[in-house]
Every structure is written in structure tokens, then in C-alpha cells.
T-cell receptor
Framework: DAGVIQSPRHEVTEMGQEVTLRCKPI?????LFWYRQTMMRGLELLIY????????DSGMPEDRFSAKMPNASFSTLKIQPSEPRDSAVYFC?????????????FGSGTRLTVV | AQRVTQPEKLLSVFKGAPVELKCNYS??????LFWYVQYSRQRLQLLLR??SRESIKGFTADLNKGETSFHLKKPFAQEEDSAMYYC????????????FGTGTRLLVSP
């Protein structure tokens, strides 16, 4: 298994533009998570899915952020419109149901820069 | 509510010195505790989990329920240990999301 795959690795965009981040979880993992990493706040959970259904989106900062999981092998995180303060590294992670024995498997992240 | 506190943003030591990265937690039930490591510009990786009582890369961590702590220790630091370390917590009943601390950057100098 290639692990959790995220694309793109780097994204530079202008303020106001739409940004879409993509994630392919590990096959067979029931849970998918989107995290944002910044120097100031560390790792923040934005949203997570179970069997493609959003369970907790309380970490989504505002309406400009949205996430979807149309099937078990693909998820997107969209920011529209983007702002400079959205600049961060966005990680996707997946986990099997019995995650307490395994923890999460993280992707390599997408480094987003909004100028 | 679940909360993980890592009081040190940066810990700087010399090669060969002992290392202790502090982690305290707040949780009303029985927690599952983890340490994750992130080397420069790489993905987060699970380092160890308290349930397995293992030693990885010379690191150990003991869950102290009385002090609600899960400090990460290594007797002799190596330069390749320089990384960002995150402590994380979840409950152990059913599936519960991981809550991370803000991380501690360990810098090991030659």
C-alpha cells in the first residue's frame, strides 16, 4: 500500500482564488481526517469522516472551508475564497476502526501559501 | 473534554544528553496516549503508543495516571532525533478522535 496520498504537495495561490486539496486514504480505513498545521496552533482537526459521512466538522474555521468524501477512496478540502491566513500545511490522515491499536496514518501534506 | 498540554515549544540539548519531552493530559475516562514524530518537512509518523509499552529508537514513555502525564524520554539524544514531537490522546471506548498537543521541537546539537 502506498499509504495516504495527498496532492498537490505545494500550492501557491492568490488571495480570493479557490483552492482544492485532495486525499486518497489507505484502502480499508474507515476514517479520514483533515488537519491543519501552523506554527502558532500546531495540529488542528478540521473535520473527519466515517464511512464517507462527515461526523465532526466543528474544527472547520468558517464557511469558506468545505470538505467532501464522495467515495471511500477520495476526499477533498476546498477553500473558497482563500485568504493569506489560510497559509499552512494541510494533512490528511486515515485510520481503521480499531484505531487505538494503530493510531493514524498521515499523508505527506499539502503546503498552501496564499499571497 | 480532552486536552493535551506540551509546555515546551522548543527543547535544545547536546548530543548524548538525556531528553525528556513533557506531556500532560486531561481526560475523564481511560485514555489512549500516543507520541508522533515529524522529521523536517516529512509526514507525521507514529512513534509509540502507551498500550504497547514499547521502546522505539531508544525512546520510551510511561503513562502516569496519577500525574496525568505521558512524558517521552531517551537517555542519550542523537542528532537524528531532531524533529517535532506531538503527544496525542484519545478515549479507549469505541472510536474516538485523536487530540494533539501543540508539539515540542527537539533540537539536538553536536
Amino acid at each position: 500500500d502506498a499509504g495516504v496520498i495527498q496532492s498537490p504537495r505545494h500550492e501557491v495561490t492568490e488571495m480570493g482564488q479557490e483552492v482544492t486539496l485532495r486525499c486518497k486514504p489507505i484502502s480499508g480505513h474507515d476514517y479520514l481526517f483533515w488537519y491543519r498545521q501552523t506554527m502558532m496552533r500546531g495540529l488542528e482537526l478540521l473535520i473527519y469522516f466515517n464511512n464517507n459521512v462527515p461526523i465532526d466538522d466543528s474544527g472547520m474555521p468558517e464557511d469558506r472551508f468545505s470538505a467532501k468524501m464522495p467515495n471511500a477512496s477520495f476526499s477533498t478540502l476546498k477553500i473558497q475564497p482563500s485568504e493569506p491566513r489560510d497559509s499552512a500545511v494541510y494533512f490528511c490522515a486515515s485510520s481503521p476502526s480499531r484505531q487505538s491499536n494503530y493510531g493514524y496514518t498521515f499523508g505527506s501534506g499539502t503546503r498552501l501559501t496564499v499571497v | 473534554a480532552q486536552r493535551v498540554t506540551q509546555p515546551e515549544k522548543l527543547l535544545s540539548v547536546f548530543k548524548g544528553a538525556p531528553v525528556e519531552l513533557k506531556c500532560n493530559y486531561s481526560y475523564s475516562g481511560s485514555p489512549e496516549l500516543f507520541w508522533y514524530v515529524q522529521y523536517s518537512r516529512q509526514r507525521l509518523q507514529l512513534l509509540l503508543r502507551h498500550i504497547s509499552r514499547e521502546s522505539i529508537k531508544g525512546f520510551t514513555a510511561d503513562l502516569n495516571k496519577g500525574e496525568t502525564s505521558f512524558h517521552l524520554k531517551k537517555p542519550f539524544a542523537q542528532e537524528e532525533d531532531s524533529a517535532m514531537y506531538y503527544c496525542a490522546l484519545s478515549g479507549n471506548t469505541g472510536f474516538q478522535k485523536l487530540v494533539f498537543g501543540t508539539g515540542t521541537r527537539l533540537l539536538v546539537s553536536p
